[in-house]
């Protein structure tokens, strides 16, 4: 049982390229979201999805993208990436109708330099 | 909007009690968890309440109080392994999950 897979783990973008963050979970769960994690911050929500077909904004959505055309899978598109996107990235999932156990995959390190 | 505040940093001795406060501003929600992350890692779930008062799990319990708009994390019979950063996160009716900004916690010998 992989849990929530994150592809890559680390990648360096040049200041105006674009990218595809690849979230995949293998527990059946309705909910994923996308955060991203600044040195020393917490966590701030970019983008969530409750099902498939449905997305919706978090609270930091200017300059991503995202799709949810199956239950398992939910990428994130970085388009022209510049320098305040470099930040670790997390991908999550969760059951749904409950804030009890959210599973997280383990980061995508983005530099843009 | 919603919004979650923490202290930044905490530290404790081995073995002793600490506890971690959250204070929250929401128009509405189902509950608040509670994470731990060590540097370079993952958040791991810790605890949930979705009704106040206290949700105890091992040496960790957390507990909320709704119309304090306050929670709190206890950790008890610290442990070095336990010196991560931990945050709350409120778990709104629309699935949103959003974070606090973290406390430090750093267990001396």
């Known amino acids: 049982n992989a849990g929530v897979t994150q592809t890559p783990k680390f990648r360096i973008l040049k200041i105006g390229q674009s990218m595809t963050l690849q979230c995949t979970q293998d527990m059946n769960h309705n909910y994923m979201y996308w955060y991203r994690q600044d040195p020393g911050m917490g966590l701030k929500l970019i983008y969530y999805?409750?099902?498939?077909?449905?997305?919706d904004k978090g609270e930091v959505p200017n300059g991503y993208n995202v799709s949810r055309s199956t239950t398992e899978d939910f990428p994130l598109r970085l388009e022209l990436a510049a320098p305040s996107q470099t930040s670790v990235y997390f991908c999550?999932?969760?059951?749904?109708?409950?804030?009890?156990?959210?599973?997280f995959g383990e980061g995508s390190w983005l530099t843009v330099v | 909007g919603q919004s979650l505040e923490q202290p930044s940093e905490v530290t404790a001795v081995e073995g002793a009690i600490v506890q971690i406060n959250c204070t929250y501003q929401?128009?509405?929600?189902?509950?608040l968890s509670w994470y731990q992350q060590h540097d370079g890692g993952a958040p791991t779930f810790l605890s949930y309440n979705a009704l106040d008062g206290l949700e105890e799990t091992g040496r960790f319990s957390s507990f909320l109080s709704r119309s304090d708009s306050y929670g709190y994390l206890l950790l008890q019979e610290l442990q070095m392994k336990d010196s991560a950063s931990y945050f709350c996160a409120l778990y709104n009716q629309g699935g949103k999950l959003i974070f606090g900004q973290g406390t430090e916690l750093s267990v001396k010998p």
């Open positions: 999805s409750v099902g498939a077909g449905i997305t």
């Open positions: 999550a999932s969760n059951q749904g109708g409950s804030g009890n156990t959210i599973y």
């Open positions: 929401t128009s509405g929600f189902y509950g």
